[in-house]
């Protein structure tokens, strides 16, 4: 949790549970490249929170109701300080105060996943038959594919428990399982004595 100072007023911010995250980087999707890469020195305490503003700026010219799906989940996730009390923001700030919050909002919900080293390797391809799979809406099977293999609970994604960035890991993790065990298949099968 972030406090910092826009606009003559103090603000704090909350962690996003999973859900949350996976709807603001759906909504992000069109400005995601200029945030990649983004990393720790960047957490509002640390580095420039202008260079993280400067990479949403793109969100301005997004569509009308993405920019203020957007804006409102930035919004719930921060309080501001009034007479020495912590309260959600009742109305919408100015847009230089928006910006400020979206960039620490973002920094601290997304900073660790855009820093993550993803695995990366050539898949050895599947040989068997092909079909086409169906998935959830919004590519939320990817969030859920974790909570199917055993690995987190359900609520651990509503309830704040786990970040998008272990989700992520956890899927990298899955990635590697499944493509280790595809290429001990495919060297058992050429293996196998020819009758």
């Not at 949403?56 to 997004?62: D, G």
């Not at 105060?97 to 820093?115: D, K, Q, Y």
Request: aromatic share 8%; charged share 30%; with cysteine.
């Amino acid at each position: 949790m972030a406090e910092f100072e826009a606009g003559g007023t103090r603000y704090r911010t909350r962690s996003l549970c999973v859900f949350d995250q996976w709807q603001l980087l759906f909504r992000l999707r069109p400005i995601l490249p200029a945030l990649h890469g983004m990393d720790h020195s960047l957490r509002c305490n640390h580095g420039e929170i202008s260079d993280i503003t400067k990479a949403l700026a793109p969100l301005l010219r997004a569509k009308d109701d993405d920019m203020r799906s957007v804006f409102r989940l930035l919004i719930g996730a921060c309080e501001q300080s009034v007479e020495e009390a912590w309260t959600g923001i009742g109305k919408m700030p100015p847009l230089v105060v928006l910006m400020t919050i979206a960039a620490v909002v973002v920094s601290e919900n997304f900073g660790a996943l855009f820093a993550m080293e993803r695995v990366k390797f050539d898949p050895i391809g599947y040989s068997g038959p092909v079909y086409k799979p169906v998935s959830m809406p919004n590519g939320e099977d990817w969030l859920f594919r974790p909570v199917l293999r055993g690995l987190c609970k359900l609520e651990s994604l509503y309830d704040g428990t786990l970040r998008i960035e272990q989700i992520a890991k956890a899927n990298d993790a899955l990635d590697v399982e499944e493509e280790n065990q595809a290429r001990m298949r495919k060297e058992l099968e050429r293996a196998k004595p020819k009758r």
